[in-house]
């Protein structure tokens, strides 16, 4: 069955970095587009990434767009997320997608 683990997410004060992991298996993971999505208390489950099945075409939310960086290692079916210059309005539950398929969810918390 198709499994997504999270992990690497952690408490950053604003202006530091994360770098979450999304480890990946039962299914063919080159063959598939991923996401990354958060979820902030009280807020709706946000789209912050995706990239292609290859890894050459990614794309961003606005709200992180310079800041993020999506990247995957097929040779080791794991999708990662590079957080830059964290701010507080960044804290949130990430969670890694594919199709209809989701991780438990890795929390980052950006306080001082």
């Known amino acids: 069955q198709v499994q997504l683990v999270e992990s690497g997410g952690g408490l950053v004060q604003p202006g530091g970095s994360l770098r979450l992991s999304c480890a990946a298996s039962?299914?063919?993971?080159?063959?598939?587009?991923m996401n990354w999505y958060r979820q902030a208390p009280r807020k709706a489950r946000e789209l912050v990434a995706v990239?292609?099945?290859?890894?050459?075409?990614?794309n961003y939310a606005d709200s992180v767009k310079g800041r993020f960086t999506i990247s995957r290692d097929n040779a080791k079916n794991t999708v990662f997320l590079q957080m830059n210059s964290l701010k507080p309005e960044d804290t949130a539950v990430y969670y890694c997608n594919v199709i209809d398929y989701w991780g438990q969810g890795t929390q980052v918390t950006v306080s001082s």
């Open positions: 039962g299914f063919t993971f080159s063959s598939y587009a």
């Open positions: 990239i292609s099945s290859t890894g050459i075409i990614t």
